[in-house]
């Protein structure tokens, strides 16, 4: 009888043991699937933090690049107005030169 009692004594403990290390197995494996879960998550975050970035800086590469044409464009368009006021057009005016009574105007009164 005292030999039976041992024997499930010491069934018992492997039993116990066993429940143990399965409890330890499926926490190991809920665990692994959390740590996993939250990688994925954090990769994901990782990745639209770098395009809203990337987005971000294509923004800001648009607005310079118009920035610098408008600036060029208004640096050619004063150009274009100093040339044209410094040089008087060189078409000839008929007429010029001439008064209708063919004779010269009237001295100014200072």
């Known amino acids: 009888m005292n030999d039976l009692r041992i024997g499930t ?6 039993v116990d043991l066993e429940n143990q290390r399965a409890e330890r197995a499926a926490r ?12 994925a998550q954090r990769v994901k975050l990782a990745y639209l933090d770098d395009r809203k970035t990337k987005q ?29 006021l410094s040089h008087p057009p060189a078409v000839h005016m008929p007429g010029s030169g001439h008064t209708i009574s063919e004779t010269s105007p009237p001295p100014y009164d200072e």
Do not use: G, P, Y
């Not at 004594?9 to 492997?14: D, H, S, T």
């Not at 971000?56 to 044209?84: F, G, M, N, P």
């Open 9 to 14: 004594a010491i069934l018992k403990e492997f």
């Open 28 to 39: 190991s494996k809920v665990d692994q699937k959390a740590v996993a879960a939250a990688v």
């Open 56 to 84: 971000l800086k294509d923004e800001r590469e648009k607005e310079s690049r118009v920035a610098r044409a408008a600036a060029l464009a208004h640096q050619v368009e004063s150009q274009e107005t100093s040339a044209s």
